[in-house]
């Protein structure tokens, strides 16, 4: 019996300059260029197996059968993957995160990526980090920065071809930190795919597109030459404007918790005391601190006090998505 598969492992990132609207919604071709950090202590690690005596794809996440639209979404991410191979088998899909599910960390960056290059691998398909890049985007368009390693550019491109993500430095440049303080474990309102399109709603989307590449600017020189102050102010207001995007856009969406806020103030004090942190946010209530590694340690004891905060995920820069072997099948 024909059996074709493989495993792959992606990191999920964080953007520091983010991505939020699409040109196109159905390639997933976003306004703007973006940048982020791939990160270490969030995995997800897929298997993808596609066999003759299928007759529907099979999706099962952290050990639970999906049906509906997860399973559709999934099932669409491997048609395009079908139709370069010229495969009609369906598939089992098998994904686990690192990250226990439900702490509201976004697992669709790595998810897609991770899926993408386990379903193209077991397809026979060849495909080069850019092609991959821009095939992971389709499922996930923060999945485009999951595939190239370290500090990545998503390159907002023109067509299908030319949207695809690149390293600009390896993990190994900078020892920043991310230090997520999980304030809610609730999923977010607005899912994502629907907050790209209420954003061409908010009247302030006009002034963000006409912003943004000045602030991809600045956030990338600041990464080259490491200066901290100035990546770390440039990264807060970058959230922030996306925040405000988001509670203007068509439908509004108020992502933060009365913890999200309590968190962001506490960062600001911690700063006016000396201690060189800075936040920024997904499309979501927890937040994430930055600093450098040399002071992870102080911001990490500092989250521990606060009894608002139910947990944390404490992440270092991670490489790039690759193959492993099948564990499970
Ligand atoms: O990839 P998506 O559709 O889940 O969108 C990600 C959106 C943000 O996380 C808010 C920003 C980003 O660039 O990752």
């Not at 990264?235 to 969406?253: K, Q, S, Y």
Request: glycine share 8%; net charge neutral.
């Amino acid at each position: 019996m024909t059996r074709l598969q493989a495993t792959a492992i992606a990191h999920s990132n964080i953007a520091f300059v983010k991505y939020w609207g699409n040109r196109d919604p159905l390639l997933r071709l976003p306004y703007n260029d973006s940048l982020s950090m791939n990160l270490s202590a969030a995995t997800t690690t897929t298997t993808v197996a596609f066999a003759e005596d299928l007759s529907t794809d099979r999706l099962t996440i952290d050990g639970e059968k999906h049906i509906g639209p997860a399973l559709d979404r999934v099932s669409r991410q491997l048609d395009l993957v079908r139709l370069r191979a010229g495969l009609r088998l369906r598939a089992t899909v098998q994904s686990r995160n690192s990250f226990p599910m439900g702490t509201g960390i976004a697992s669709s960056a790595s998810g897609f990526a991770a899926l993408t290059m386990a379903a193209a691998q077991a397809a026979g398909l060849s495909l080069s980090e850019a092609e991959l890049s821009a095939l992971a985007r389709r499922g996930s368009g923060s999945a485009a920065r999951s595939i190239p390693g370290g500090y990545v550019l998503w390159h907002a491109g023109t067509a299908d071809s030319d949207s695809f993500a690149e390293s600009v430095f390896p993990a190994d440049h900078w020892d920043l930190r991310d230090i997520v303080a999980i304030v809610s474990r609730r999923h977010k309102g607005l899912g994502s795919t629907d907050g790209h399109g209420a954003a061409e709603g908010s009247p302030l989307f006009r002034g963000r597109l006409a912003s943004v590449a000045e602030t991809l600017a600045t956030v990338r020189g600041a990464l080259a030459s490491r200066d901290m102050a100035r990546f770390g102010a440039a990264i807060e207001a970058e959230a922030l404007n996306l925040h405000a995007i988001a509670m203007t856009g068509r439908p509004p969406a108020l992502y933060w918790s009365p913890a999200t806020v309590a968190v962001m103030h506490q960062v600001q004090a911690w700063r006016a005391e000396g201690l060189a942190v800075w936040f920024t946010l997904d499309a979501g209530p927890n937040v994430h601190l930055i600093c450098e590694g040399q002071d992870a340690a102080a911001v990490e004891g500092g989250l521990r006090n606060l009894e608002f905060v139910e947990g944390i995920l404490a992440n270092r820069v991670a490489g790039a998505a690759h193959l492993a072997p099948t564990l499970v099948v």
